[in-house]
């Protein structure tokens, strides 16, 4: 299936900063998606992209899709407790990156 | 509405035994997917069904492992016989389905492989 390459791998994080991890690949992706897993949990679907440039946001989440369709971001304001978990991308087939583990520093 | 429903939770087995899986996926989703979850990495493709047909089976080990859709509802992932490296998250997921575009997916709590 499509490769999707995440940086970084781990993000550990003052409480209120902001931070951005990225989802790139070597081939055009016709849509990404991204989850979360918190600590023993399943992945939770977040959101689906699937046009160039595209730009969604979820309260403090924002995700964005590259004009080339290589590659995503998502970027977390006011960084909270509650971000703790694991954020993967997925293109299509449904073929997960490795992840980004969040950690936060109260 | 009922979600992705796995068991069991948790298996412990020795190695070289035979053990199995199953996975009732929300009802009318089409697409059926099981992953392997190592611990610390991401979800690994193993097999993606479209209704009762394997239209993805690239990276299973069709060697020691198999899986079945029969009827293109619920699934059965086998593996024959297992090995210490097959412990980890054998988790299944589906989605409303179709080819081409992805759609949601809904994951299931995963069973937990222990080999010893």
């Known amino acids: 299936g499509q490769q999707v390459m995440q940086i970084p791998q781990y993000q550990h994080v003052q409480e209120g900063e902001d931070f951005t991890t990225y989802c790139n690949s070597s081939t055009t992706l016709s849509n990404i998606q991204w989850y979360k897993q918190r600590p023993g949990g399943h992945p939770v679907f977040l959101i689906q992209?699937?046009?160039?440039?595209e730009v969604k946001k979820q309260k403090r989440l924002t995700f964005q899709f590259g004009e080339a369709k290589k590659n995503s971001s998502l970027h977390i304001t006011a960084t909270q407790t509650t971000d703790v978990g694991t954020y993967f991308c997925a293109g299509p087939r449904l073929s997960f990156g490795a992840g980004t583990t969040v950690t936060v520093r109260a | 509405e009922a979600g992705v429903v796995q068991s069991p939770r948790y298996k412990i087995i020795e190695k070289k035994q035979p053990v199995a899986f199953w996975c009732n996926p929300i009802s009318g989703h089409n697409t059926l997917y099981w992953y392997r979850q190592n611990l610390g990495q991401g979800p690994e493709l193993l097999i993606r069904?479209?209704?009762?047909?394997?239209?993805?089976d690239s990276q299973l080990p069709k060697d020691r492992f198999s899986a079945e859709r029969l009827k293109g509802v619920d699934s059965t992932l086998k593996i024959q016989p297992a090995e210490l490296g097959d412990s980890a998250v054998y988790l299944c997921a589906s989605s409303r389905g179709g080819t081409g575009m992805n759609t949601e997916a809904f994951f299931g709590q995963g069973t937990r492989l222990t080999v010893v």
């Open positions: 992209l699937v046009k160039s440039g």
């Open positions: 069904y479209e209704n009762e047909e394997a239209v993805d």
